[in-house]
């Protein structure tokens, strides 16, 4: 049995604490006890997600989060402005069509980021909008957004600013309080490192105001009853007990490095990733590439299947094939979490390996060696500004 | 640190195996290997729940699973029969309520049974009704109801029987097919001995043929997603993969016993749980009780908060208070899952001393020798079977 390197962007690897507390005999919910731990995790998430706002936490994967956010935010009826550019970005115009609201489009190719400029056309234009649903990190193509400039936007206009940061919040510098975010959305099993189940909810004052004057037919995901149970330090449903022990375990480790560190090194293996497959004479897919997970075009002459097929029965390398339109076409590595600078060199010399092996003229080392000048230069620049 | 012993109808324990399941390194979940676990979580799934009927995993809490139930069965502005008896089965009601549907309700008081004479008439005045909404066991009051007659009721009206079996399936005999159950709801953190996250609905043709004849606003909860899934054996959203594994290893152990087994064992700790609780001249709140949990009430002359303090902080017993309108009047004790027969005489026994201590006039060990000659007797008829 060959050893298991996860690298896709979710599910991500978790550390061995939090596995362990996973493991620990179950506790009650509605205990001191377990309260305790509830306030725990808000405070980290609170301090991880750069907010002041109320986290609210669901048990559901991200898609519920995102159906919670669309539920209660915009009346039925009502508008919203939707980005869209991947398979992830297009479930906010889903979920308003599901929830009879007319979702005005920004939509792109994918592969290309959205432009605040025509979102604030969009916002002119429709100043009844009751929200803008967007994406910090567009999983399908690994494109990153630029939620500063959109909030700069969104932000003077009536409407509320509402990400998906699902992939992308913690390991991407998502200021949500500064860059004026009114919802976000994260999933536990990403940046978080926790495993999947649990997914959370940031809610401005604002989003508030709009949640208590709307109608809002939603049961599970009503987010008032998660507000009151919250100033409880409760949650209105039985939570997922063992993924909220994980998660207290996570938070402290990620606090332990500071966000600073945890959003340069996603930036730097991004880079170092980059640089690797690039030198390698493989095309990056995403025109904005997120720090989180770098696309990468599969070349035309290889079979894009066997070549993921490969990765993992050689080398145990489990990285994400491509989705919708681009099955097939592009391989995505996440670089988030317990994903380290060695994860990355090996990943790129495994790439080189069954390139050859797929027939590739690639000269072995060439993408390892470029990965690590870009490591090796981070740490020079990093001691000449510690001499300074 | 005084040990610590769960006897909450949910959470409950779990078992070591099902535990160390969850802390293994996480594996993706789009892979042959995890979707042979949800093949196997299915077969064990329907033998456990006795149906041929497809069984759907959503990552959520019961409720979840109960709105799924009613957001996917009845259409907006259509009618529904609910039965109301206790804080869970109010839980239908609010859910029409949230979702536009006429409930017409069968109500009886905290502790009472339904009547399925009762159901016959409200069929017969309410033709249009799309379902019937009901309760195997109402965990608040501890009553259970015989869903066999409900069944024998609801099957020949062209309404849809749904039951919440959340705390109650997988405890109390319960022949999902054999009784004509068109959809029942589970939720993982009882019976089946795994920790909160994941909840279940079985699914008969009749109701796919309703799902799939109206208008349902749904995304998350969109069962059709779900059996598209399933018929990969795969979900439609990223699931809890820690818990499916548990439940995968929770369902092993299950069906090594048997549910003929398990059922007998409900039903006999549920009779040494009475027989214990009525010699210390404690009264029974459910006037049919459960297999699956006891409740019963607290001598007026007895601060309740303060009885369940001292079995908590003495013994580490964690047993269940009472919710809403029976708040500090009863106590209720589940026997699922891993509860045994020493869990019960020593839960009794604990109650006999704490009884005493609160100035009760209770005679050490009557209770606990009422419930062990139950058990006694129990064996000693399995013997004399033997040896027919």
Redesign the interface.
């Known amino acids: 049995v060959s050893k298991?390197r996860?690298l896709?962007p979710?599910?991500?690897?978790?550390p061995e604490s939090a596995?362990?507390a996973?493991?620990?005999?179950?506790?009650?919910?509605r205990?001191a006890e377990f309260r305790a731990v509830l306030a725990e995790v808000q405070e980290g998430l609170r301090d991880v997600l750069r907010t002041g706002n109320d986290v609210l936490l669901l048990?559901?994967?991200?898609?519920?989060a995102m159906?919670a956010a669309v539920a209660n935010l915009v009346p039925r009826g009502g508008k919203a402005i939707v980005t869209q550019s991947g398979k992830f970005s297009e479930r906010w115009s889903?979920?308003c069509a599901?929830?009879?609201i007319e979702a005005v489009r920004h939509e792109v190719p994918w592969g290309e980021p959205f432009s605040a400029e025509a979102l604030a056309g969009l916002l002119r234009e429709h100043p009844d909008a009751a929200a803008v649903f967007t994406t910090l990190m567009e999983t399908s193509t690994g494109v990153g957004h630029d939620i500063e400039a959109i909030g700069g936007v969104v932000g003077p206009s009536k409407a509320l600013l509402v990400v998906d940061g699902i992939s992308g919040a913690g390991v991407m510098r998502c200021l949500t309080d500064a860059w004026q975010i009114d919802v976000l959305a994260v999933?536990s099993?990403k940046a978080l490192m926790v495993?999947?189940?649990l997914s959370l909810l940031t809610v401005s004052p604002a989003a508030w105001k709009q949640i208590e004057s709307i109608w809002r037919?939603?049961?599970?995901?009503d987010l008032l009853a998660y507000r009151k149970a919250l100033a409880k330090s409760d949650t209105p449903?039985?939570?997922?007990?063992?993924?909220v022990a994980a998660l207290a375990e996570s938070l402290r480790q990620i606090r332990s490095q500071g966000m600073e560190s945890i959003w340069a090194r996603g930036e730097l293996l991004s880079r170092a990733t980059r640089a690797g497959v690039e030198a390698l004479g493989l095309r990056l897919f995403a025109r904005r590439p997120a720090a989180g997970m770098t696309a990468v075009c599969i070349p035309d002459a290889i079979d894009g299947g066997l070549f993921l097929k490969r990765l993992a029965a050689r080398f145990g390398i489990?990285v994400a094939g491509g989705q919708g339109q681009v099955k097939g076409r592009i391989f995505r590595i996440a670089h988030m979490g317990m994903v380290d600078e060695l994860d990355i060199l090996g990943t790129i010399a495994a790439i080189e390996l069954v390139l050859v092996e797929l027939g590739q003229d690639v000269k072995l080392g060439t993408g390892v060696a470029a990965a690590s000048r870009v490591l090796a230069e981070d740490k020079a620049e990093g001691g000449r500004r510690k001499a300074e």
Chains 1, 2 share one sequence.
């Open positions: 298991y996860l896709t979710g599910p991500t690897q978790v596995l362990l996973m493991a620990r005999g179950l506790r009650h919910h205990t048990t559901s994967s991200g898609t519920g159906e889903e979920l599901t929830f009879g999933g099993q495993p999947p189940g037919p939603v049961y599970y995901f449903y039985t939570p997922a007990i063992p993924l489990k």
